[in-house]
């Protein structure tokens, strides 16, 4: 019985990278296409939107290139899996959705109203002098941006690939692992030297993952990084295998991205050099979604801990509602 559920394991997980692989190819050399069909388009179509996604970098279709190959090539997988419902990964209907979400976004507000105003009383941050009249025009765009990534990202990797995992591994291995794959998947949003300007060519996605050993930052602050991404990660796997659903861990996630972009929009990093005020703080990485430092790690851990203290009357759901 373990050889061949060892053999299961190694096949499936075969399948994973397969489809990590494949996930990499298409969103490289899909990029490019993005970015010449969008400039078809006039500008000021959908009230000048048009012109601001024609204004974006291009890692940034390359980023989203990446999210919606990951969409396309999973039903594939999951029936290469033999999966035919999410309750096989553990994800069971939720009797309170809304509750549960209201109290992952309730954690993830504490961790902003602890975190950001000790970031600018620290003088690490600086408001801009018109942040009150920069935040009204695109707080809807945030929010959406907010909804879409934390739906998307939940769904990829605490529906399903924390799911997989469970299947092989114990759940704490299960949430490690998922944790620490989450936590890299962010660096291949980064943007390397030269990747944004010019006229994209088909190849330039594949450059750019060739190249992006070179736009990442140094290794402290990249450990920074990875550690308060892990963290996160760590903080909402906990969340999806202790409520059985991906409410509680949507709402912390869509929480923290709503006010990491709000901040970055109202504030300015100023420390000079930028590694000036480590261990406790540090510049944004991953284009400035994820802080650094000694206090932002301990925010992102408060929260994790509210969000303990909030769902801990809450029943506890079987950890593997079916065998395979």
Same mark, same amino acid.
């Given at each position: 019985?373990?050889?061949? #559920?060892?053999?299961?394991?190694?096949?499936?997980?075969? @399948?994973?990278?397969?489809? +990590?692989?494949?996930?990499?190819?298409?969103?490289?050399?899909?990029?490019?296409? #993005?970015?010449?069909?969008?400039?078809?388009?006039?500008?000021?179509?959908?009230?000048?939107?048009?012109?601001?996604?024609?204004?974006?970098?291009?890692?940034?279709?390359?980023?989203?290139?990446?999210? +919606?190959?990951?969409?396309?090539?999973?039903?594939?997988?999951?029936?290469?899996?033999?999966?035919?419902?999410? @309750?096989?990964?553990?994800?069971?209907?939720?009797?309170?959705?809304?509750?549960? #979400?209201?109290?992952?976004?309730?954690?993830?507000?504490?961790?902003?109203?602890?975190?950001?105003?000790?970031?600018?009383?620290s003088g690490a941050f600086a408001l801009h002098a018109d942040w009150s009249s920069l935040l009204l025009p695109v707080l809807p765009k945030i929010l959406f941006?907010?909804?879409?990534?934390?739906?998307?990202?939940?769904?990829?990797?605490?529906?399903?690939?924390?799911?997989?995992f469970r299947q092989v591994t114990t759940p704490l291995l299960a949430i490690l692992l998922s944790a620490a794959l989450f936590a890299g998947v962010h660096f291949?949003?980064?943007?390397?030297?030269?990747?944004?300007?010019?006229?994209?060519?088909?190849?330039?996605?594949?450059?750019?993952?060739?190249?992006?050993?070179?736009?990442?930052?140094?290794?402290?602050?990249?450990?920074?990084?990875?550690?308060?991404?892990?963290?996160?990660?760590?903080?909402?796997?906990?969340?999806?295998?202790?409520?059985?659903?991906?409410?509680?861990?949507?709402?912390?996630?869509?929480?923290?991205?709503?006010?990491?972009?709000?901040?970055?929009?109202?504030?300015?990093?100023? +420390?000079?050099?930028?590694?000036?005020?480590?261990?406790?703080?540090?510049?944004?990485?991953?284009n400035g979604m994820v802080p650094i430092g000694l206090v932002p790690l301990g925010a992102i851990l408060l929260s994790g801990f509210l969000a303990a203290l909030?769902? @801990? @009357?809450?029943?506890?759901?079987?950890?593997?509602?079916?065998?395979?």
């Amino acid at each position: 019985m373990a050889l061949g #559920a060892s053999f299961l394991g190694v096949s499936s997980l075969g @399948k994973i990278f397969l489809y +990590v692989f494949l996930v990499l190819l298409g969103g490289a050399l899909a990029a490019p296409l #993005a970015w010449h069909l969008i400039q078809i388009f006039p500008p000021h179509l959908l009230h000048g939107h048009v012109g601001q996604i024609q204004g974006m970098p291009f890692h940034r279709y390359f980023s989203r290139s990446l999210q +919606v190959s990951a969409l396309v090539l999973l039903w594939p997988l999951l029936r290469s899996l033999r999966i035919h419902s999410l @309750k096989e990964f553990g994800i069971l209907p939720n009797p309170r959705p809304f509750r549960d #979400a209201v109290i992952g976004f309730s954690a993830g507000l504490l961790c902003a109203l602890l975190l950001q105003p000790l970031l600018i009383l620290s003088g690490a941050f600086a408001l801009h002098a018109d942040w009150s009249s920069l935040l009204l025009p695109v707080l809807p765009k945030i929010l959406f941006t907010a909804l879409l990534v934390a739906v998307m990202e939940e769904f990829l990797f605490r529906g399903v690939l924390l799911g997989f995992f469970r299947q092989v591994t114990t759940p704490l291995l299960a949430i490690l692992l998922s944790a620490a794959l989450f936590a890299g998947v962010h660096f291949l949003n980064l943007s390397s030297s030269g990747a944004d300007s010019g006229t994209p060519r088909w190849w330039s996605g594949l450059g750019m993952i060739g190249s992006l050993g070179h736009a990442l930052p140094s290794w402290h602050l990249l450990l920074w990084a990875f550690a308060t991404l892990f963290a996160a990660g760590v903080i909402l796997g906990w969340m999806t295998v202790r409520t059985g659903s991906l409410w509680a861990a949507t709402g912390l996630h869509g929480s923290l991205i709503l006010g990491q972009q709000l901040f970055n929009t109202a504030a300015g990093f100023q +420390v000079i050099p930028p590694d000036g005020l480590l261990p406790l703080f540090g510049p944004p990485q991953c284009n400035g979604m994820v802080p650094i430092g000694l206090v932002p790690l301990g925010a992102i851990l408060l929260s994790g801990f509210l969000a303990a203290l909030l769902l @801990k @009357k809450r029943a506890q759901p079987p950890l593997f509602p079916t065998g395979r």
